[in-house]
Every structure is written in C-alpha cells, then in structure tokens.
C-alpha cells in the first residue's frame, strides 16, 4: 500500500515568514492532493497535482510535484495567523476503486 | 447548504454500547468514504461505497457495519464500543471512484467512557 510521509511534523514560524512541508511516496503518486485542516474541524481541499513538475498556486500557497512524481511540496508566502492548521497530503492508489490514503500531517502554528 | 453533513457531530458513550453516525451528501457523488482520525491526526480510511456497492473495506474489526440505503447516505454502526474506538471519524464523497478531490464532513468525534 502506498505510504506518505510528511515533513515536518510539526512548525511554528512567525507571522510574515515563507515555510515549506514535504510530501514524500514510497510509490509513483497518480493524484496528490492537499489539504488544511483546522483544529476541531473538517478537512477543506487546496489543491491536486498529478502531472510531474506541475505546480499550482492558490493565493500565497503554491504547490509543486516534482518530475518523478513521488515528492510533492507546499510553499507558505508570507505566513499569516490564518494559514495555522495541519496540513495533509492524500494521494490516489492504481486501479478502478482508488482509497484516497493521506501522510503524517504536518501541524503548523504561526506567531504574532 | 452544507454538502457533506454528519450527525451526531459529538458523541460521548459507554463501554459496550451500540452506536451510528449518518451522513448524507447533496453533491449527487457516486462514491462515499469513511475515515477514522485518531489522536495524533493520522487519517485512515476504513471503507468505501460506489452506488450503494461497498468497493472498499479495509482491516477493520467487524463490530463496524457501514450501510449505504442510497448514494446519497453512508452510514457507520459500531457495535459494542472499545475504548480504543474513541476517535473522530469522517465522511467524504467524491465524484467518481478513483480521481477527484474528496468533500469532507465536519467530523464526528466519538468518546467512549
């Protein structure tokens, strides 16, 4: 089964900073998608890849897969109190019956 | 309008007792998931119906029934509660079976005393 691993586990960064979290597959990722999820609550989609070296933006967050297709990164601009959560990468097996399996998570606080 | 709602969105029990989540989506998906999230966030998918068909079903004990009356609804029965069942479990649905972002509930999170 497809394994994800996330790095870092946890961040804290102050407000106005850049930061990046890792996304790494023991396999070829097929879809690789990401995900915010605050505390206590649902988790709310940022974006899909699934072309290598395909890289998409939403506001200050920019998402990347690399050419291999089995790193995938997210790249915070300017952080800002509403970007803290945990983040989730989730990426789609083979076959006609996909089970969405998600990494680690990577648990980020941003300070004043 | 929310479109994917889960009820109860807390639940607090008792050691051996019976309970079950529903959920129902307004976005006409074909395909519905249930994923439990333990404590330390790790999300992990349990099972998973196409049309009212169960496609997935991971190594979960048998004491967790899912039933799907329709594509719309997914529900989740737990009989005879562990402790180690203490979680927040969440319903998703997607478009289609193998591609698509998944749209998640809120959560619901199951304490068992």
């Known amino acids: 089964s497809q394994e994800l691993e996330q790095s870092p586990q946890s961040l804290i960064v102050q407000e106005g900073k850049n930061l990046t979290i890792n996304c790494t597959s023991s396999k070829t990722l097929y879809g690789l998608y990401w995900y915010k999820q605050k505390y206590g609550e649902g988790l709310i989609f940022l974006m899909m890849l699934q072309k290598g070296g395909e890289e998409k933006s939403h ?54 | 309008d929310t479109a994917v709602s889960q009820t109860p969105k807390y639940l607090v029990t008792q050691m051996g007792n019976d309970k079950s989540i529903k959920c129902e989506q307004n976005l006409g998906h074909d395909t519905m998931y249930w994923y439990k999230q333990d404590s330390k966030k790790f999300l992990k ?42 979680a927040v479990y969440f319903c ?15 959560g619901s999170r199951l304490t068992v005393l």
């Open chain 2, 45 to 86: 998918i349990m099972f998973s119906y196409n049309n009212k068909e169960l496609i997935i079903n991971e190594t979960v004990p048998n004491r967790f029934s899912p039933k799907s009356p329709d594509k719309a609804h997914l529900n989740l029965h737990i009989n005879s509660l562990e402790l180690g069942d203490s």
């Open chain 2, 92 to 106: 998703a649905s997607r478009g289609t079976a193998n591609t698509g972002e998944l749209f998640f509930g809120e």
């Open chain 1, 59 to 112: 506001e200050k967050i920019t998402a990347k897969l690399d050419e291999k297709k089995q790193q995938s990164s997210l790249h915070i601009t300017a952080s800002q109190p509403s970007h803290a959560g945990i983040y989730l990468c989730g990426a789609d097996g083979t076959g006609t019956a996909s089970k969405l399996t998600f990494g680690t998570g990577t648990r980020l606080q941003v300070t004043l």
